[in-house]
Each structure stands twice: as structure tokens, then as C-alpha cells.
């Protein structure tokens, strides 16, 4: 019931995860203090606004789970001093050594810190995708955070992962056994999921969102992303969702969030294509029921002109 009920709170506490709150603990680099969200696996919530200099870019969040034999850390971070300061709150909760890093996909908060877990000689493990996106794009991804956070960008170099897999990468360490799976096409390339089958928990990164607006990116396939949720996603009947953005949740409010979205604004910008609507207008159609959203200033009329870009082709 204590579980049940930390769930129920953390659910029901949007205002907590505002994109109008620049930075909740101010004691550290990192947006939030982590937080247990069931037994032994923890959570440091980023902003879901977009990255800035008060959030020092932690707007994704960076998850850990101690299994008794060391710690597997769940996302890089997006520096050297953010994995530093998540390495911190690690030793404040267990003396066992952090062992292993997943990344959940290839981009600048996934990545960039691994510089600082490489320098503690931690194993790094991304999707074989993720890692070349990073190889592609990671220089860009550093230049862009060091001219956001400035001297919060301090130590963090391009860092690629020391081990790369394509379907899935098995852990068994202590008492957890964890599965870090790739289902398929989704957000951006290389995206995994980290699931716990005993715990029945998804750390979902970005294949799942909920309390802010998804972005679609000019390489997210909508329709992709669609039948991966369907045919993987949404068959591993999690009772917990870690999304990569927002506080913990379940199945439901992420379906609703994000499969429930990408199939709204399809079915809108298809109905605008049968009318014979133009891309000028095509920014435009109705997304009013996710106006709530944080960052839905921000990406709506982008998302909906890339989708009008991708049906206007299938």
C-alpha cells in the first residue's frame, strides 16, 4: 500500500513537474533529488522544459537501481558535472559501486556524461544506432551545451560507449535481473527500454512521454513508432513506467500521452491531406486537447508540419 500510495502521489503532482520551475533542488547540478520509486531503483526527475542554463540541462531523467552487487546507472547525463552530481546522491544511498551506464538513446542528455563515467572506469552500453548517432552529432550536441550552461559544460567531452548491442543486452547482477531491450522504431534512432520483469517496472526513456509534449524530430517516423508501441511497447504490461521525461507513472497515462497522441495528429493531418490542405495550414490543426502539456508552445506546430511532411509521402 506505501508503494501503491508514493506512485498515486507522484502521478498526481503535475505542478511539481511545471516547465515553469527552473531548478527544485539548488543544493546540486541536478534538477531533482532522486527518488525511490519502488524498492531499490531510483530516480532523478529533469525539468520538462527545455534545456537551459538554470536547469543545467538535466531535462531527461537519470535513473539507478541497486541490485546488491553494484549500481547500473540509466542514462549518461547531459555533462560531466551532471553524472558527477548524480554519482554523488548514488553514494549518499548505498556504498555498492556503480558497475554499469545505460544509455537509452543517442542524444546530448543520454550521452554527454558519459565522459565522467568513463573516467571512473564504469562499462558503457548504448544501442549499436544510438552510438553511431552520438559519433555523428555528439560534437554538436557538446558545442550546443557548452554555449546553454557554460561553465556548468565544464570537463564534458565526446565520450562513446565502450560496448554497443542491436536486440538486447541481458544484465544479471545481485538480486535484479534486467533486460535492456530495443522493440524498435520510435522517438530517435537507437532508442531502448530497460525493463525489470520481476518488478514489472519499464524505465521507458523516450519511447514513452506524458507530462510533456513529444517531440517529432525530421528522422521520427510516426507510424513506426505506432506499430513499435503496439507490437512491444504496450505487451510488456508494465505496472510502473519510468518515462524519460516526467515524474513515474504507469501504462495508461503514457498510452494516453503519447500512442494516443501520435495517432490524434495523424488521423488530423490525414484528414487535412484528403481535403487538400497545404503544409502553410497544415501547422495549424487542432491539438487543443494536449494544450496542457508542458512544451507544447514549443513543438506542437512542429510536430504537426513534420507529420504533413511524412503522410504527404506514405
Same mark, same amino acid.
Given at each position: 500500500?506505501?508503494?501503491?500510495?508514493?506512485?498515486?502521489?507522484?502521478?498526481?503532482?503535475?505542478?511539481?513537474?511545471?516547465?515553469?520551475?527552473?531548478?527544485?533542488?539548488?543544493?546540486?547540478?541536478?534538477?531533482?533529488?532522486?527518488?525511490?520509486? @519502488?524498492?531499490?531503483?531510483?530516480?532523478?526527475?529533469?525539468?520538462?522544459?527545455?534545456?537551459?542554463?538554470?536547469?543545467?540541462?538535466?531535462?531527461?531523467?537519470?535513473?539507478?537501481?541497486?541490485? !546488491?552487487?553494484?549500481?547500473?546507472?540509466?542514462? !549518461?547525463?547531459?555533462?560531466?558535472?551532471?553524472?558527477?552530481?548524480?554519482?554523488?546522491? @548514488?553514494?549518499t544511498?548505498?556504498?555498492?559501486?556503480?558497475?554499469?551506464?545505460?544509455?537509452?538513446?543517442?542524444?546530448?542528455?543520454?550521452?554527454?556524461?558519459?565522459?565522467?563515467?568513463?573516467?571512473?572506469?564504469?562499462?558503457i552500453?548504448a544501442?549499436?544506432?544510438?552510438?553511431?548517432?552520438?559519433?555523428?552529432?555528439?560534437?554538436?550536441?557538446?558545442?550546443?551545451?557548452?554555449? #546553454?550552461?557554460?561553465?556548468?559544460?565544464?570537463?564534458?567531452?565526446?565520450?562513446?560507449?565502450?560496448?554497443?548491442?542491436?536486440?538486447?543486452?541481458?544484465?544479471?547482477?545481485g538480486?535484479?535481473?534486467?533486460?535492456?531491450?530495443?522493440?524498435?522504431?520510435?522517438?530517435?534512432? !537507437?532508442?531502448?527500454?530497460?525493463?525489470l520483469?520481476?518488478?514489472?517496472?519499464?524505465?521507458?526513456?523516450?519511447?514513452?512521454?506524458?507530462?510533456?509534449?513529444?517531440?517529432?524530430?525530421?528522422?521520427t517516423?510516426?507510424?513506426?513508432?505506432?506499430?513499435?508501441?503496439?507490437?512491444?511497447?504496450?505487451?510488456?504490461?508494465?505496472?510502473?513506467?519510468?518515462?524519460?521525461?516526467?515524474?513515474?507513472?504507469n501504462?495508461?497515462?503514457? #498510452? #494516453?500521452?503519447?500512442?494516443?497522441?501520435?495517432?490524434?495528429?495523424r488521423?488530423?493531418?490525414?484528414?487535412?491531406?484528403?481535403?487538400?490542405?497545404?503544409?502553410?495550414?497544415?501547422?495549424?490543426?487542432?491539438?487543443?486537447?494536449?494544450?496542457?502539456?508542458?512544451?507544447?508552445?514549443?513543438?506542437?506546430?512542429?510536430?504537426? !508540419?513534420?507529420?504533413?511532411?511524412?503522410?504527404?509521402?506514405?
Open positions: 500500500m506505501r508503494l501503491l500510495s508514493l506512485i498515486c502521489a507522484l502521478i498526481a503532482g503535475p505542478v511539481l513537474a511545471s516547465e515553469d520551475i527552473a531548478d527544485q533542488y539548488p543544493a546540486s547540478m541536478l534538477y531533482s533529488k532522486p527518488v525511490e520509486v @519502488i524498492p531499490n531503483v531510483f530516480s532523478a526527475i529533469g525539468a520538462t522544459a527545455p534545456p537551459t542554463y538554470d536547469n543545467a540541462g538535466h531535462n531527461n531523467n537519470l535513473s539507478f537501481i541497486l541490485t !546488491g552487487d553494484g549500481v547500473v546507472v540509466v542514462n !549518461g547525463g547531459g555533462s560531466y558535472l551532471l553524472a558527477k552530481a548524480l554519482h554523488d546522491e @548514488i553514494k544511498v548505498t556504498d555498492q559501486p556503480v558497475k554499469l551506464v545505460l544509455n537509452e538513446n543517442g542524444q546530448g542528455h543520454a550521452m554527454l556524461g558519459n565522459s565522467y563515467w568513463a573516467e571512473q572506469g564504469v562499462e552500453v544501442h549499436v544506432d544510438a552510438a553511431e548517432e552520438f559519433k555523428a552529432h555528439g560534437g554538436q550536441d557538446l558545442r550546443a551545451t557548452q554555449a #546553454r550552461v557554460k561553465e556548468r559544460a565544464e570537463q564534458t567531452k565526446v565520450t562513446l560507449p565502450t560496448k554497443t548491442f542491436e536486440d538486447e543486452y541481458l544484465v544479471e547482477m538480486d535484479m535481473q534486467i533486460e535492456a531491450r530495443y522493440l524498435g522504431p520510435a522517438h530517435s534512432p !537507437g532508442d531502448i527500454v530497460i525493463w520483469p520481476a518488478q514489472s517496472l519499464v524505465i521507458s526513456g523516450d519511447v514513452a512521454f506524458h507530462e510533456r509534449m513529444l517531440p517529432i524530430f525530421e528522422h517516423m510516426t507510424a513506426d513508432w505506432v506499430e513499435t508501441w503496439n507490437a512491444a511497447f504496450e505487451p510488456l504490461g508494465a505496472t510502473y513506467v519510468i518515462p524519460g521525461h516526467g515524474h513515474p507513472t501504462m495508461d497515462q503514457v #498510452r #494516453r500521452y503519447t500512442h494516443d497522441y501520435l495517432v490524434y495528429l488521423e488530423k493531418i490525414g484528414a487535412h491531406l484528403d481535403a487538400g490542405g497545404d503544409l502553410a495550414d497544415a501547422f495549424y490543426v487542432d491539438q487543443t486537447p494536449y494544450r496542457h502539456l508542458d512544451t507544447f508552445e514549443e513543438l506542437a506546430t512542429k510536430n504537426a !508540419g513534420r507529420v504533413y511532411e511524412q503522410m504527404e509521402f506514405e
